[in-house]
């Protein structure tokens, strides 16, 4: 099956730095998402992003299909950003979401 | 995006007792999961549903069984709770337009 993994797996920071958090997977896909998980266990949908690019606000993720990765850039960072950073991938036929392991970041003010 | 309801969002009980995490979704979506995830870890499948009457077991073994009866509800029933299952349940349903998951706001369960 399709392999998920997240780098780096921890990631400390000052409030207002800028971070690039990793996601390879072993095969090709057709469904990639990236979720956020505050520290109450919501997991908040940032981007259904399969292929391209795409921004919201001080977020922005690219999807390079043809080569199995998919970054997530989060600039001017804020303690509200703590968490945990999750990318699924999944191929259409069955539905169902691989899940990489996740990126724990925590942003000190 | 979905609205999903999961009650309760929290739950302590002790060992033995029959308890069902409820999940309800107003979007109409076809397809829903059942996700267990122990706090900041990976996400493992435990059910799923592609629609009403259809339910099939996830990659994780689970003691707990789910059932389909209406397109909007989707219940997780465990008959005899017991300490190794105390974790946190996420129920998530699926957009058919852009096959997008969404998540409700889980279920902390805590059995004594």
């Known amino acids: 099956g399709i392999q998920v993994e997240q780098s780096p797996p921890d990631l400390i920071l000052q409030e207002g730095a800028n971070s690039t958090l990793r996601c390879n997977f072993s095969d090709s896909v057709n469904n990639l998402q990236w979720f956020h998980q505050n520290p109450w266990g919501q997991l908040i949908n940032l981007f259904y992003i399969p292929s391209g690019t795409k921004q919201n606000g001080r977020l922005s993720a690219t999807t390079v299909a043809t080569e199995r990765y998919s970054l997530l850039y989060i600039s001017s960072s804020q303690t509200t950003d703590s968490g945990v950073y999750f990318c699924?991938?999944?191929?259409?036929?069955?539905?169902?979401?691989?899940w990489g392991a996740g990126t724990k970041l925590i942003i000190k003010p | 995006e979905a609205d999903i309801y999961q009650t309760p969002r929290y739950l302590v009980i002790g060992t033995g007792k029959k308890i069902t995490l409820e999940c309800s979704q107003t979007?109409?979506?076809?397809?829903m999961y059942w996700y267990q995830q122990d706090p900041g870890m990976e996400l493992h499948l435990i059910h799923y549903s592609y629609g009403v009457n259809s339910t099939e077991k996830g990659d994780l073994s689970s003691e707990s069984t789910v059932s389909r009866i209406r397109t909007e509800h989707f219940p997780l029933t465990l008959e005899s709770a017991r300490p190794s299952h105390t974790s946190q349940y996420l129920c998530?349903?699926?957009?058919?337009?852009?096959?997008?998951?969404?998540f409700g706001p889980g279920t902390r369960l805590t059995v004594l």
């Open positions: 979007m109409g979506h076809d397809k």
């Open positions: 699924a991938v999944g191929e259409d036929s069955n539905y169902q979401l691989i």
């Open positions: 998530a349903s699926t957009s058919p337009l852009y096959n997008e998951q969404f």
